[in-house]
């Protein structure tokens, strides 16, 4: 990527994310974000006024002491107790008051990136598109809490600067005084020479620091993702333990933990080697300011035109000026990595925004939903559904289907033709294509994927899921536990510290998810291998049990195993073409009825669910 285009993409980045943050200060909470903004102002004038007082103060003890005047000395001694105590409470309000805007801005930012992150499974839809948002949790987590916390102090910290200078600039040309020095035998005159002195002086130190950190920011960038990838790939061993010590990948897991610490510490030795650079110019800087104006003034205070006070003052006030002037120098390293955080948070809120224009009714190229309260329609009604990744490539071409209630459709098909993509698709978690999923008004569906979400608390909230705890009752989550064949969990519903998502086998999280389906009694459940994990028998029994819980649900269900066609009326056909998955078939089958298989199969009625032991 040429710099030109990568420039260009840091402006936008950068625009973008300006939009979202600056809502602080126009929407629902602009009162609280004035109201700081004025504190914060108020602050810093208040505690301009006291240093200059204290430059002033500091002038008058040393021609005190120079002239050896006692009653001077004791007198300013006094004064000042009033001015370090308002100066220290003046830094404690500065940092309530940054601190406080930093928190606050922080929580209304993460908080609609929140929103926008689970709005209409968007948090799902990120795997599926290209962009740069990789690792959103870190994004809002850690990038949003830079992205926030450096502006209000790099605004603090601008206005301080800017301030201070103009006020000491003041002091510097009055006190320094003028400057008479012979040039090629020419008498020149410089008015207020330590200000072109100061001035001249900053712009040499803060050239040289924007050439020297001019790849901070790319580097700050690479830093942060490095980060997040080791953190994440951490993640990801915690919560696939199981199978990955089972498998024997410690040594494999080791190999590409390995790897990716390697990243992130090859990272830091590039910042590490640009702190070096950088501290090189600010070090100077610190030992160095302070000694400049002492040498320009010696000769005139040796000559007696200058006091030892108007000296020192002189010198404070230039080092005030040179703090100012170079507040870049000081702070370009925390500018590059805020700059890299608004990057990562810009570029999550511009896949957001894309996700977010597929699902306008207007947006070209995505699946319409539309309810209907046209008396008979079915449940379900597939209209000319073509499905398609992001960037417009087909996965399954147009399909027409109409799933009416209590109905059961069994999605058939080799590996990769597309079903579980129709499915989601379905269910609404898939916005690319066309055509339109008409579904009838007041239907609500529940949908079944393969690995069930198992949520952190105690037993009864993962029944209840995604209800509320106290929306569901202890009795009809036993109930449902005891139909799933759970029952042996039943007096732990309220059990305190159990890590249920790595306690429950795989076939036991999936009995759980009928447990939910059992509570919510949806219109239309749509399973997605759903039953992938139960023996023959449990997922014989668990559809049974379905069939005669929920008898007037419609059922879209993706699955291989041929026993799961006793429990559908209908078999639609996937087959894999070249210009994508078509549904090359739309037939009725052919059984016995469910009870009757059962009875054939087992050799008895069947009945409550018993509670079958992993």
């Known amino acids: 990527m040429s710099d030109s285009i990568t420039r260009a993409r840091r402006r936008s980045l950068f625009r973008r994310f300006w939009r979202t943050a600056l809502g602080f200060w126009r929407g629902a909470s602009k009162g609280k974000a004035w109201f700081l903004t004025g504190v914060l102002l108020a602050t810093i004038l208040v505690q301009l006024f006291i240093q200059v007082r204290l430059n002033v103060w500091n002038r008058d ?107 000491f600039i003041g002091v510097l040309w009055v006190v320094g005084g003028d400057i008479t020095f012979t040039l090629a035998g020419q008498r020149i005159h410089v ?73 992130v510490v090859h990272s830091w030795t590039l910042m590490c080697h640009q702190y070096m650079r950088t501290t090189v110019v600010s070090y100077t800087n610190f030992v160095v300011a302070p000694v400049i104006p002492l040498i320009l003034c010696a000769p005139k205070y040796l000559a007696g035109t200058m006091s030892l006070g108007e000296v020192m003052q002189a010198a404070t006030a230039f080092v005030t000026v040179q703090q100012s002037f170079n507040w870049l120098v000081e702070n370009y390293p925390k500018m590059a990595d805020w700059t890299a955080s608004v990057n990562r948070v810009a570029g999550l809120l511009a896949s957001l925004d894309r996700l977010e224009r597929a699902e306008r009714p207007e947006a070209h190229g995505r699946i319409a939903r539309v309810e209907t309260d046209e008396p008979g329609a079915p449940s379900l009604r597939l209209r000319g559904v073509s499905v398609t990744l992001d960037d417009g490539t087909e996965v399954v071409g147009e399909t027409e289907v109409e799933i009416g209630a209590g109905e059961k459709v069994l999605v058939v098909g080799e590996s990769g033709t597309g079903k579980s993509t129709l499915v989601r698709a379905v269910a609404g978690l898939w916005p ?175 009945g409550r669910l018993a509670g079958e032991k992993r």
């Open 432 to 606: 690319w294509g066309e055509g339109e999923v008409v579904v009838r008004r007041g239907v609500r569906m529940f949908f079944m994927p393969q690995r069930p979400y198992v949520p952190i608390g105690i037993l009864k909230r993962a029944v209840a899921y995604p209800a509320a705890v106290e929306e569901v009752s202890d009795e009809d989550v036993v109930g449902a536990l005891t139909d799933a064949g759970l029952e042996h969990l039943v007096d732990k519903i309220h059990a305190q510290g159990i890590p249920w998502e790595r306690t429950l086998s795989g076939g036991e999280q999936q009995r759980l998810a009928f447990a939910q389906l059992f509570i919510h009694r949806p219109d239309v459940v749509v399973m997605d291998e759903a039953t992938a994990a139960l023996d023959t028998e449990t997922q014989h029994r668990l559809l049974t049990r379905l069939a005669e819980r929920l008898p007037h649900a419609a059922l879209i269900s993706v699955g291989h195993r041929p026993e799961l066609e006793a429990f559908h009326d209908r078999r639609l056909v996937l087959a894999r073409r070249p210009e994508g998955a078509r549904l090359v078939r739309d037939e009725h089958l052919e059984h016995s009825g469910v009870s009757r298989l059962l009875a054939q199969i087992f050799g008895r009625p069947t």
């Open 61 to 167: 003890i040393f021609d005190a002491l120079e002239k050896q005047n006692f009653s001077a000395v004791g007198w300013l001694a006094l004064i000042f107790v009033p001015l370090a105590v308002a100066a220290v409470a003046l830094n404690v309000a500065s940092v309530w008051g940054r601190l406080t805007t930093q928190r606050t801005w922080r929580a209304w930012l993460s908080n609609r990136l929140i929103d926008r992150w689970l709005e209409h499974g968007r948090y799902y839809q990120l795997n599926l598109v290209s962009g740069e948002h990789q690792n959103p949790e870190f994004r809002i987590a850690e990038d949003t809490r830079i992205a926030t916390e450096s502006p209000v102090d790099f605004a603090f910290g601008i206005i301080t600067a800017v301030l201070t200078a103009v006020t």
């Open 191 to 263: 008015p207020g020479f330590l200000v072109f002195v100061a001035v001249a002086y900053a712009l040499v130190t803060t050239t040289a620091m924007i050439y020297i950190a001019r790849a901070f920011v790319a580097i700050a960038e690479s830093k942060n993702q490095s980060e997040a990838e080791f953190r994440y790939a951490a993640t990801r061993l915690r919560e696939y333990g199981e199978s990955i010590a089972l498998l024997g990948g410690d040594q494999e897991e080791r190999s590409s933990l390995g790897a990716t610490l390697g990243r």
